[in-house]
């Protein structure tokens, strides 16, 4: 049964840099591809990107200049960097596993979830 | 792409058939997911390509539709269905979600 795991800061002050790193167990990094999603009251669901074992990357266009995703594959983890954050930035993140069927993504497995708040 | 759920919530009784609408701005084929998410939960995948079910998910879940207009049916509402529900569209990114519907058990 695959597993993700996900740890990070859950309090930043506005113009700080959030982290956030996944570890997938019951299953290898390899041959999938990997997704940071966020949910808040204001914004409902946001995909934030998505990396498979390689580093290659999507993402999305609102985030792009800030966002930063990368893998480890020796270790099985993958992480997300989300530079100058606002309070808009504020709300639960998750890391997820996704599938593909014919080369559209869902999020089939999914992190606890990390609430992150952005006060000063 | 904008993806526009209705209702926003919705109200039923348990055996009640109940039924949630997806729009999209543009067309998407038939490249839309379903989620179910519980209070305190994750989201949980229930529907890809339209109608096709997540292994797992009760046969009282279905949906259909294609190109803009999408509907997931839940034939006979149970407890255990209470929950939001969100669509995705999978077809362009930056992939997007719906607002979600909330339904309750009366």
């Known amino acids: 049964q695959v597993q993700l795991h996900q740890w990070g800061a859950g309090l930043l002050k506005p113009s700080e840099t959030l982290s956030l790193t996944c570890a997938v167990y019951?299953?290898?990094?390899?041959?999938?591809?990997w997704g940071w999603i966020r949910q808040s009251p204001t914004l409902g669901l946001e995909w934030i990107g998505q990396?498979?074992?390689?580093?290659?990357?999507n993402y999305n266009p609102a985030l792009r200049s800030r966002v930063t995703m990368s893998v480890e594959t020796s270790k099985n983890q993958f992480s997300l960097t989300l530079r100058s954050v606002t309070a808009a930035d504020t709300g639960v993140y998750y890391c997820?596993?996704?599938?593909?069927?014919?080369?559209?993504?869902?999020?089939?497995?999914w992190g606890q979830g990390t609430l992150v708040t952005v006060s000063s | 792409i904008q993806m526009t759920q209705s209702p926003s919530s919705i109200s039923a009784s348990v055996g009640d058939r109940i039924t949630i609408t997806c729009r999209a701005s543009?067309?998407?084929?038939?490249?839309l997911a379903w989620y179910q998410q519980k209070p305190g939960k994750v989201p949980n995948l229930l529907m890809y390509a339209a109608y096709t079910l997540q292994s797992g998910v009760p046969s009282r879940f279905s949906a259909s539709g294609s190109g803009t207009d999408f509907t997931l049916t839940i034939s006979s509402l149970q407890p255990e269905d209470s929950a939001t529900y969100f669509c995705?569209?999978?077809?362009?990114?930056?992939?997007?979600f719906g607002g979600g519907t909330k339904v309750e058990i009366k």
């Open positions: 990396i498979d074992q390689s580093g290659s990357t």
């Open positions: 543009l067309g998407i084929g038939r490249w």
């Open positions: 997820a596993r996704l599938w593909s069927a014919e080369g559209r993504y869902v999020a089939t497995y």
């Open positions: 019951g299953g290898s990094i390899s041959g999938f591809y």
């Open positions: 995705q569209q999978t077809n362009t990114f930056p992939l997007t």
